[in-house]
């Protein structure tokens, strides 16, 4: 087993002690599992639905609740059942549905928390400890304007641009982008850190790059659902 260089001893013999008692107790996990990575709401179909499992032994409330982001406060959705019962390894569809009195212009991004509220769980055995753990999922929400065709790769679109220190991505398309923190300047290989890991349509970000002189760079881009793919390389104008 690896081990991290330079990490405190007194901190290792406490972090080895609570993982001892945890293995010493029943750990149970209450998690409710959507079917999906993402939420893609439509607005052609006004609606989509995604089917949540109660992965637990025992029965659970499912509660459900929507997020906005800093950048967009907008409410722009409802969703139905907010909360349910649902039995073991049962599933509940949960609805979310546009209410937008415009139509959409571009992408818009919000989150959606899938929490498991654990109802009437057996006492545990004689001399045996339980410990219960509440799972939440927290996912993206993705409202995809009607007519908008779909874009597999939106960040090749990005423009990325260098002046006085200052490394700026520009996203000037429909669709919001999703990629790592992380980006590599070439031939350099000076690196610098963006802060998120998403690009909102018409957004653009400026950090400080450790390199003037780069002509390209290098980042981790995300398919809509969350999966990382081959790095990508941009060309970068000064």
């Known amino acids: 087993m690896q081990m991290f260089s330079g990490f405190p001893s007194r901190l290792l013999q406490s972090s080895i002690g609570a993982l001892a008692l945890l293995l010493s107790a029943q750990v149970q996990a209450d998690g409710m599992v ?45 969703i139905t059942p907010p909360l349910a019962r649902v039995e073991a390894g049962e599933a509940q569809l949960v609805r979310f549905i546009l209410q937008s009195e415009k139509p959409l212009l571009t992408q818009r991004l919000k989150r959606v928390i899938f929490e ?23 996912l993206p929400v993705i409202l995809h304007p009607k007519g908008l065709a779909p874009n597999r790769t939106p960040w090749t679109d990005l423009q990325w641009s260098l002046k006085d220190g200052q490394l700026t991505v520009r996203n000037d398309t429909p669709y919001v982008v999703r990629m790592g923190q992380e980006v590599q300047l070439l031939p350099s290989a000076g690196n610098a850190m963006l802060p998120k890991t998403y690009l909102l349509p018409g957004e653009h970000i400026s950090i400080k790059a450790p390199d003037g002189s780069a002509t390209q760079v290098r980042f981790q881009p995300a398919t809509v659902y969350g999966f990382a793919v081959p790095h990508y390389e941009a060309p970068v104008k000064s």
């Open 116 to 138: 498991g509220i654990p109802q009437g769980k057996p006492a545990a055995e004689a001399g045996q400890a339980r410990v219960g753990v509440t799972v939440r999922q927290n």
């Open 34 to 78: 959507p079917d999906t990575s993402v939420v893609i709401v439509n607005e052609a179909d006004g609606e989509a639905s995604v089917s949540v499992t109660n992965t637990d032994a025992n029965l659970a409330l499912l509660h459900v609740t929507l997020e906005n982001i800093a950048e967009d406060n907008e409410s722009l959705l409802i």
